[in-house]
Structure formats: C-alpha cells, structure tokens
C-alpha cells in the first residue's frame, strides 16, 4: 500500500532464552503470539492510535556472534483501518508509530503469563543446567529477575515505501545464521568470520573473531528451528484469511492503486543481468577471484542394486 512501513524488533533477555534453548517450538509460539498481541492491543487503543494494523513476523535466533538470541522482526504498516471500517488511521507521526516503553511493558506482562501457563501445563522441559527449574519454587525465582527489567522493543526508523519493504524481504526473509560473505578463513581447525559489536561504541566497525571449529558448529547448529515451524507469520490486517478483502478497503480509503509486487521489481531485461552476475559471483573462484567454474558433466542418480526378494518378487 502506498504507506510507510514501520521495523519493530521484539527480544527477550538471556534467562528468557535460556528456557527457549531447551523449549525452542513452546517458546518460539509463545513469542509470535505475545508479540503480536502486544502490537494489535496497544495500537487498538484509542489513546495509542485506535486502530487495527497489518504486519508480517519473522523469527531470528542469532546475534552477530552466532550466540543464541531468539527475536522477532516485524514490519508494521504506518497506521490502520479504524473499528468500524471507514477510516484509514494516520500515526500521529511520520517517524513515530506506538510508544516503544508501552508496547516494552505489555509484551514483557504478556510474555511472561504465556510462559507460566505453559509451564503449569507441563509444556516446558529442563535439563543439564535448567533441570532445577522442575521446582515451581525454583523457576519463579529464575523469572523474578525478567519482571523487574526493562524488556527491549526496539522500533527501527519505518521504511520509505513498499519498494524498501520488498528489497528487506529479498534480503532477509530467508537468510540463515551467517551468510558466506562473513566466512573469512578455515586453518588448523579453527574457523574465523566477520561480526559486529553492537554493544560497543563503533557498533558499525567490522570486526573478527576466531573460534575452534567445534565451536563454531556448536554456535551454528543453536539456529536449527524445529521440522515444520513457520518463521514467518502474517498478523491483524495482513492475516491470511481476510488479506484480500483488507487490503482492498485500505486502498479504498487510501485513494491508492492496486501495485503490483512485479512493478517494484527491475525490468525483464535488468532481471536477467543481475540473475547473469549472480550465476557468475556464485561460480568465481573464491580463492583467486579469477577462475570461473565450468559444469563438466551432471552425474545421474544413483539407481542401488536391490536383489530380488526370496519370493521371486522383483
């Protein structure tokens, strides 16, 4: 929709994650589901903005040190169709969309019920360093410390137009914990990659790290999501069911024309360069730059001999 769209990332601190590890399905449900909530009842409040909003969810599990570090990622439509349908509502600002401190505290109160229920339900599992956490006693003073500090949500500066938001899905929907641009060097069983340092005073600052191959395994492998768990979800107007029909009355309100995702994309000729050159990037050599790989020859499947059975059946 002709729109800004606003970034909002939802994470939860270290003890918090420390159960996910062990309870990745349990709790990674939990945080799509008290994140969305939080976002959908807040901005539905008339003293916040009043309305309901249309947004897409994505799960990432890792910081830049490929550490555990379980968030979502959402993209959140600057404003929403008012309760009774007949009104598209403006956020009051173009860089400011729900107050971050409010939206903190409700999905730490959300999060934090969620979390107790599945554990009275017998949802959650411990083990190795968790297994007092079997102690009711001994998992409410591990949650104690999480009541009291500040949850962070952090809202990211909303993008342009639609045609930012397609070139983030391009880039980050579907990226995994380390992408081989920041693979820098395998030798004597220690592996070295590129990171950043959020934390420190030049967050931007490219910096290296070496590590024991095992660890760096260890490191990678904690981002395994569970068989079959949908990482990216769709929320309030964006929800599946209704899109079609939301998106129309949007448009409507809006006085915008119907976009299609195709005409943000380059042209059928500019499509075809930039699909030659990532053929190509991806055949370079990666040691001498130079060298291109050639396709020698496709080796068919391997058909294994299967003896016939005592039966005479083939």
Same mark, same amino acid.
């Given at each position: 929709?002709?729109?800004?769209?606003?970034?909002?990332?939802? $994470?939860?601190?270290?003890?918090? /994650? &420390?159960?996910?590890?062990? =309870?990745?399905?349990?709790?990674?449900?939990?945080?799509?589901? $008290?994140?969305?909530?939080?976002?959908?009842?807040?901005?539905?409040?008339?003293?916040?903005?009043?309305?309901?909003?249309?947004?897409?969810?994505?799960?990432? +599990?890792?910081?830049? =040190?490929?550490?555990?570090?379980?968030?979502?990622?959402?993209?959140?439509?600057?404003?929403?169709?008012?309760?009774?349908?007949?009104?598209?509502? &403006? #956020?009051?600002?173009?860089?400011?969309?729900?107050?971050?401190?409010?939206?903190?505290?409700?999905?730490? @109160?959300?999060?934090?019920?969620?979390?107790?229920? /599945?554990?009275?339900?017998?949802?959650?599992?411990?083990?190795?360093?968790?297994?007092?956490?079997?102690?009711?006693? /001994?998992?409410? @003073?591990?949650?104690?410390?999480?009541?009291?500090?500040?949850?962070?949500?952090? &809202?990211?500066?909303?993008?342009?137009?639609? !045609?930012?938001?397609?070139?983030?899905?391009?880039?980050? +929907?579907?990226?995994?914990?380390?992408? *081989?641009?920041?693979?820098?060097?395998?030798? =004597?069983?220690?592996?070295?990659?590129?990171?950043?340092?959020? *934390?420190?005073?030049?967050?931007?600052?490219?910096?290296?790290?070496?590590?024991?191959?095992?660890?760096?395994?260890?490191?990678?492998?904690?981002?395994?999501?569970?068989?079959?768990?949908? @990482?990216?979800?769709?929320?309030?107007?964006? $929800? =599946? %069911?209704?899109?079609?029909? *939301?998106?129309?009355?949007? %448009? !409507?309100?809006?006085?915008?024309?119907?976009?299609?995702?195709?005409?943000?994309? #380059?042209?059928?000729?500019?499509?075809?360069?930039?699909?030659?050159?990532?053929?190509?990037?991806?055949? %370079?050599?990666?040691?001498?730059?130079?060298?291109?790989?050639? %396709?020698?020859?496709?080796?068919?499947?391997?058909?294994?001999?299967? #003896?016939?059975?005592?039966?005479?059946?083939?």
């Amino acid at each position: 929709m002709p729109i800004p769209y606003f970034h909002v990332v939802f $994470t939860v601190p270290p003890a918090i /994650a &420390a159960i996910a590890l062990q =309870n990745k399905e349990t709790v990674y449900q939990i945080l799509f589901r $008290t994140s969305a909530a939080a976002l959908l009842t807040l901005a539905g409040d008339p003293k916040h903005l009043g309305a309901t909003l249309g947004f897409f969810s994505i799960l990432h +599990t890792w910081g830049q =040190n490929l550490l555990f570090h379980p968030h979502v990622h959402c993209v959140v439509t600057g404003g929403g169709l008012s309760p009774d349908r007949q009104r598209w509502i &403006a #956020p009051r600002g173009k860089r400011f969309l729900l107050r971050v401190q409010a939206l903190g505290l409700l999905f730490r @109160r959300l999060f934090l019920e969620a979390l107790e229920e /599945a554990y009275l339900q017998g949802e959650l599992q411990f083990r190795g360093q968790l297994e007092d956490l079997r102690d009711p006693q /001994a998992f409410g @003073r591990h949650l104690a410390p999480a009541r009291k500090i500040k949850w962070v949500v952090y &809202a990211k500066p909303p993008f342009g137009d639609p !045609a930012h938001v397609i070139d983030y899905l391009g880039r980050y +929907t579907h990226r995994v914990a380390l992408s *081989n641009q920041r693979l820098l060097a395998l030798q =004597n069983d220690q592996v070295t990659f590129q990171y950043k340092d959020y *934390n420190s005073d030049d967050p931007q600052r490219s910096r290296q790290m070496t590590v024991p191959a095992e660890e760096f395994l260890r490191r990678f492998l904690l981002h395994v999501i569970p068989s079959g768990f949908q @990482r990216i979800r769709h929320y309030g107007l964006f $929800t =599946n %069911r209704y899109r079609a029909e *939301n998106l129309a009355r949007c %448009r !409507a309100l809006l006085q915008g024309p119907i976009q299609p995702i195709s005409a943000l994309l #380059p042209a059928h000729a500019q499509l075809q360069d930039v699909l030659a050159d990532l053929v190509e990037s991806a055949a %370079r050599c990666p040691q001498c730059k130079q060298g291109v790989m050639v %396709r020698v020859m496709v080796l068919p499947p391997i058909g294994w001999f299967r #003896p016939p059975s005592s039966t005479g059946d083939s």
